[in-house]
Structure formats: C-alpha cells, structure tokens
C-alpha cells in the first residue's frame, strides 16, 4: 500500500475537521432553556385616598372596581327616593344600616308613623354618602327631617379637621338639594371600650366640638347622645355594644329613646 506524504495528510486532516465538528455539534444534546420567572402574584388595587370632604365611590381593594355591594344598596336607595314618600330619612354607615337588623323591633315602634327610610350603608365613610347624595338619594325626596351620624369610618385614617369638612360638606349638600328638611345631626358616637387611653375617641372628640358649631338651630339641629351609652366610669358597656362599635338592640333603643323627643319636634 502506497503512504500519503505528511502534507497530504495535513491537508485531508483539515478538510475533514469542520464536518467532525458539525456533527459533535449536531448530536450534543441542546442545553436546558434558562426558566421563565415565575408571573408577581396579584397585589390589591393601589386605590386613591381621597380627602374625607370629596365625593367618592366606594372600591374594592381586591379588585380595583366600585363595591358591588355599595353600589346596589345605592340603587335601592335611589328607588327609595325617586317613590317621594319618605318623611324621616337615616343616613350613615353601618351602625345606621343596623336599624334594619338589629334594631328592626326598635325602629318598628318608634319611627314607622313617620314613613321613614334607612339609607345606611357598613363601612361608609364621608366621602361614600357625600358621593350618594349627589347622585341620586336625594332626588325625589323631601323629608321633614334626616338624621345624620357618620365619620367613625374616617377615624383611622383622616385628621379630625378633615372629618369635620366631610361632615359639612354633607350638610351643605343636604340644606342644597332638600332645603326644607330639617337636619338632626348627630355627634359621632364613642366607640372602643375603655375611656382613656383611647385615640379614637380623643379624635373623635375633636371632631363633635367642630361639627357642633355647623348647628342653627332653624335648619341644623346638633344632638350628642354619646353619653348615654357610657358608664359613670367612661366605659362603654358591651351589654350596649357588644363589639364596642355597633349597638345592640339595646343599644338601639337607648338611640330612639334619646333622640325621639327632638325628631317628633322636627317632624311637626
């Protein structure tokens, strides 16, 4: 057999070399993809804080939509007031709202001979009824007298000063849109058990001495029954609230009691 030179098989070699490599490469298995990163769980809808004295509707936290259950309370509302028939309206958040559960038999007695509504709906603050007012609850309807109690909800978040303008706001809104109805407002009530230490109690202090000086005495009646729900001590009794916050139905009729006389001079 005949040898090939060296150079000849240099050359060959090198001729051949670019095919070993693309078949190494060819027949390597394909290195892993690097991994996806993992999609951010969904975090609660960054909502807009709005001013206590500023109309806004109510949102869902989770979902960054209006309140579905807000909104529905509002239309049945609306209805109310387009029918014309309510002479006593309630307006508040959810110790308002809690005259058709809790207090049902208390209200039963004492204010169905005035055809009255309750336009009270949970974790309201004074922005929530000030957006409901302008749109729509008040259309239609001409009560003698609407009793107002609202801004606990605020009291987490908002200055007393701020809580106070939203309450004005409020009864600015009411004196423009019903001009003839007499407003009963009402101090917020205290709210968490012991006295002192209490900072929500002491801001809500602050904002009863403000609101207190909207009242005329002609169109704007103010009334603090606050009170009446305490104990010689301060305390405010869980046989009255049981969570400190919402009255029960003793504490509903402790309500009544106290604001009845007032209401039946309003609805002359």
């Known amino acids: ?145 609407a009793v107002l109690m609202i801004g606990t909800n605020n009291a987490s978040t908002d200055t007393a000063e701020g809580i106070a303008k939203g309450v004005t706001r409020i009864v600015e809104t009411i004196r423009k849109k019903t001009p003839d109805t007499k407003i009963l407002l009402l101090a917020v009530f205290p709210r968490g058990e012991k006295a002192s230490p209490n900072p929500y109690r002491d801001k809500l202090g602050q904002v009863n001495a403000i609101i207190a000086k909207l009242a005329d005495d002609k169109h704007v009646f103010y009334l603090d029954i606050g009170p009446k729900f305490l104990q010689p001590d301060g305390t405010l009794s869980k046989d009255i609230m049981p969570d400190s916050l919402h009255p029960n139905d003793a504490g509903y009729q402790i309500w009544a009691d106290a604001i009845t006389p007032k209401v039946t001079e309003l609805m002359k």
């Open 1 to 145: 057999m005949k040898l090939l030179p060296l150079h000849a098989l240099l050359a060959t070699s090198f001729l051949f070399a670019p095919a070993l490599r693309a078949q190494s490469t060819a027949t390597a298995p394909a290195k892993p993809a690097p991994a996806t990163p993992a999609a951010p769980k969904a975090t609660p809808f960054p909502l807009p804080v709005q001013p206590p004295d500023v109309a806004a509707v109510k949102y869902d936290p989770k979902t960054g939509q209006p309140n579905t259950g807000f909104l529905a309370s509002h239309e049945r509302y609306v209805a109310i007031a387009k029918e014309g028939k309510t002479q006593l309206l309630f307006l508040g958040d959810s110790i308002t709202a809690g005259w058709a559960s809790k207090g049902k038999d208390v209200w039963a007695k004492a204010f169905t001979q005035w055809q009255p509504a309750n336009f009270g709906i949970g974790g309201d603050r004074t922005q929530h009824v000030l957006w409901r007012i302008e749109n729509g609850e008040l259309d239609g309807i001409k009560p003698k007298a």
